[in-house]
């Protein structure tokens, strides 16, 4: 089957080999017979919410998250739309803070949001830069990143985290909390990128985005040998352990 994919902002938002992601994506649906067709969508460009299966925006810096945020809130009925159409969300960092309703940065200037998740982040004075590990209960998982961020994204009523922080700071580096989950739609601090250390995640949006181009349920997949893959999470976990959440 053929995934479609819309990257946006890659030309903006993409830090810490964020479009490796998508790299992955790509090996892992192709070595189950699936094709991922991804269309590249930036400033000034259309985006139709019935085009794509799968949305993904990276991080980025204050200043590139400013060059984009207008025009993301320009797409947002677009974004709500498919969304709602039961199209599969992935954002990292700076595209998941833009996700919410605003992004306060460390000058004050509040940067508008899509609102698609109920949260809002302000930017406080020091980073939160280190390596994490999040308890996925939902999904009876671990997930291992790293992070670098100035946002402390606090989440609004009904707003579901997408794990427990073991090790690191997370949302705010206090409720012990990091990402946001809403259905298929996903925002995380964890940069890396996430999926090479994290292939039960890669799947999870994978099958997702298949049941949404097959109009029907997330089939199961092959699992696959991972070996590197696992070793690289056992090492990425480690490190979150004896260097996370310490400013
Ligand atoms: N600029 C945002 C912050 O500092 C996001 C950073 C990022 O994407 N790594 O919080």
Redesign the pocket.
């Known amino acids: 089957m053929k995934i479609r994919v819309v990257h946006l902002y890659a030309d903006y938002l993409n830090?810490y080999a964020d479009r490796g992601n998508i790299a992955v994506l790509g090996r892992r649906a192709a070595w189950r017979g699936h094709e991922l067709a991804v269309e590249s969508v930036s400033i000034g460009d259309t985006l139709r919410p019935d085009d794509f299966d799968l949305l993904y925006i990276g991080?980025?810096?204050?200043r590139e998250?400013a060059l984009v945020a207008v025009d993301l809130a320009a797409k947002g009925d677009a974004v709500r739309e498919a969304a709602d159409g039961g199209c599969v969300v992935l954002a990292v960092?700076?595209g998941y803070?833009l996700l919410g309703r605003f992004y306060r940065d460390r000058d004050g200037v509040e940067l508008p949001g899509i609102g698609l998740l109920p949260l809002h982040t302000v930017?406080g004075e020091r980073?939160m830069i280190g390596d994490v590990l999040l308890d996925c209960e939902w999904a009876g998982r671990t997930l291992a990143g790293f992070e670098?961020?100035?946002?402390r994204t606090h989440l609004e009523d009904g707003a579901l985290p997408l794990g427990r922080v073991v090790h690191g700071f997370g949302n705010d580096g206090e409720t012990g909390f990091e990402g946001c989950r809403a259905g298929r739609v996903i925002g995380t601090y964890l940069?890396g990128p996430l999926f090479p250390r994290n292939p039960w995640l890669a799947d999870w949006v994978l099958a997702e985005a298949l049941g949404h181009a097959s109009g029907g349920e997330p089939p199961e997949l092959e699992p696959l040998a991972d070996e590197l893959e696992s070793a690289a999470h056992v090492v990425s976990a480690e490190r979150a352990k004896t260097r996370g959440g310490r400013f």
């Open positions: 830090i991080g980025g810096q204050d998250q960092c700076g803070q930017a980073r670098n961020h100035a946002g940069h």
